[in-house]
């Protein structure tokens, strides 16, 4: 199924901002049911005129996006909104010229995102929730997912804290178990176009790394993070907690197809699993919708986007209402926001 293009609304109109790109938005429900989204936007990815950007949606009309974040001639990446059990409103995002290079700070809002604290530098070796929202337990622990882009080398890693992020406890790293990445591992000399074949340091590729998990509740104390992965696996990533994450498996491929790019997952309040993801291997087109009763087999239910172009970086959570609610990048010229209504995900 197609989703109804009427379901979806631009944040803003291409071309109506001061900044011509934008990509990897995040999205938050409000206390009083409004929706906050941010992302980042400049003149291109890395360019060092990215700030973070956010716009605020009320009544169902979203607001001229306003800036939230910016380190002079620094660009800054992948924001992440969300709340702690003590009712704060939290921005995590990145600053750095390139992945293997960043920092992370984050602000916080007691105001429900109308004012912000000034932005706090963490400690070297922490970046917070890297892409995806983290997953705050009942009792407050927050689980996020977060990674490391080195050279030749991905992995996922988990910053887990019991106290609203005042500390942090660092666990990792989770990478693909060896007997999967030793059946994934490309000839000793790829050419260029091979799978195995690292542009970047003309070379192959040693791991099969795995980067940017999103974390869900499987039940109990079962948590599972779905990953990106490199090209040469081209398939997304799981690996599993069973004590509420401070121990985890080595990941393992899904049969379910990724593109080097990012995926997000929520847990509905019935228990499914739904997962939003490129279903491809190459490219940034069609991005779409999966619901599993169990997290491991998925079930494809609606298309969002199938045209040539890029839609990708999704964000997705659900409403108090019940509702589906999604962010993701559209042809890097703005953000995309559509609302699903929970009678629209079928049985798994």
């Given amino acids: 199924m197609l989703a109804n ?35 980042f936007g400049g003149t291109h990815e890395r360019a060092p005129d990215v700030a973070i950007w956010s716009s605020r949606n009320v009544h169902g009309v979203w607001s001229q ?21 003590d009712g704060k409103l939290w921005l995590y995002y990145k600053v750095g010229p390139s992945p293997g290079e960043w920092s ?4 916080f809002s007691t105001d429900e995102g109308l004012t912000w604290s000034k932005p706090e530098q963490l400690p070297a070796g922490l970046l917070g929730p890297i892409r995806a929202k983290p997953l705050v337990l009942p009792d407050g622990t927050i689980v996020a997912g977060t990674s ?67 974390i869900v509740s499987l039940g109990g104390r079962h948590l599972r993070m779905y990953a990106r992965s490199q090209t040469i696996a081209s398939k997304i990533a799981v690996a599993d907690s069973i004590d509420n994450g401070l121990t985890w498996t080595q990941a393992r491929f899904l049969d379910l197809p990724n593109n080097n790019s990012g995926i997000d ?16 291997t190459r490219g940034r087109s069609p991005l779409n919708l999966a619901v599993s009763r169990d997290g491991e087999h998925f079930h494809i239910f609606t ?27 559209w042809n890097r010229k703005t953000i995309k926001f559509i609302r699903m209504p929970l009678k629209d995900v079928p049985p798994s």
């Avoid at 790109?21 to 906050?36: F, P, R, W």
């Avoid at 609203?164 to 999967?180: E, F, L, M, R």
């Avoid at 509905?268 to 490129?278: A, T």
């Fill in 104 to 107: 992370a700070r984050r602000m």
């Fill in 303 to 329: 298309t969002l986007e199938n045209t040539p172009g890029e839609f990708s970086y999704p964000a997705l959570i659900q409403a108090t209402n019940g509702d589906l609610l999604m962010t993701y990048t």
């Fill in 265 to 280: 997952a929520v847990r509905l309040k019935d228990g499914r699993i739904v997962l939003i993801f490129n279903d491809t």
């Fill in 5 to 39: 293009a009427q379901t979806g609304k631009f944040i803003f109109e291409p071309g109506s901002t001061s900044f011509p790109s934008s990509h990897a938005s995040t999205i938050v429900e409000l206390k009083n049911g409004d929706l906050m989204a941010a992302w």
């Fill in 148 to 214: 490391f882009e080195a050279y030749k080398t991905w992995a996922a890693w988990v910053e887990r804290s019991t106290d609203d992020g005042k500390t942090w406890a660092k666990i990792g790293p989770i990478t693909i178990s060896p007997a999967v990445d030793e059946a994934t591992t490309p000839a000793p000399d790829p050419k260029p176009g091979d799978p195995g074949f690292d542009a970047k340091s003309k070379g192959p590729r040693h791991t099969v790394g795995i980067i940017q998990p999103s």
């Fill in 65 to 85: 996006p306003i800036e939230l974040a910016r380190e002079p001639n620094i660009p800054e990446w992948n924001p992440v909104l969300f709340h702690t059990k």
